[in-house]
């Protein structure tokens, strides 16, 4: 079988995320970062959006202008989940907020603290 035919397969068993679940995850993300309104926050933010897309095993729930979440690490999975929220603005400035868990509570490979540290070392380094 394909890698490509492999991938849908598994897209398809993986359960449907509920809105409340979302709004949880997202709630649980931490501030990394602070930008500027305006370019600033555009280029970071591209940035989060682009390692998020290059990092994840898994497909993303939502990919907007204020939320990238990924679907949930489930059962003793060890690659992460991350949720990723662009808060609002707030004199003239937005904070960046970042999550990385997996399912298995024992390993996660990489560690959700090294994958902080990784996202926001892209989010701060512009041509990273």
């Not at 068993?13 to 509920?18: A, I, M, N, Q």
């Not at 926050?41 to 990238?68: G, K, M, P, Y």
């Not at 999550?99 to 540290?117: D, F, H, Q, V, Y």
């Amino acid at each position: 079988m394909s890698l490509m035919i492999l991938s849908l397969l598994a897209q398809s068993v993986l359960p449907d995320v509920s809105e409340k679940a979302v709004q949880k995850a997202l709630s649980k993300a931490k501030p990394v970062a602070m930008c500027q309104v305006g370019p600033d926050c555009e280029q970071r933010w591209a940035r989060a959006r682009e390692w998020v897309h290059e990092n994840s095993r898994f497909t993303l729930v939502r990919d907007n202008d204020h939320e990238i979440l990924t679907h949930f690490a489930i059962y003793a999975n060890t690659d992460a989940s991350y949720a990723v929220a662009l808060d609002a603005p707030l004199n003239g400035s937005r904070t960046i907020r970042f999550r990385a868990w997996c399912g298995n509570w024992i390993a996660c490979s990489p560690k959700p603290e090294t994958l902080t540290a990784l996202f926001l070392h892209a989010v701060n380094s512009p041509g990273h």
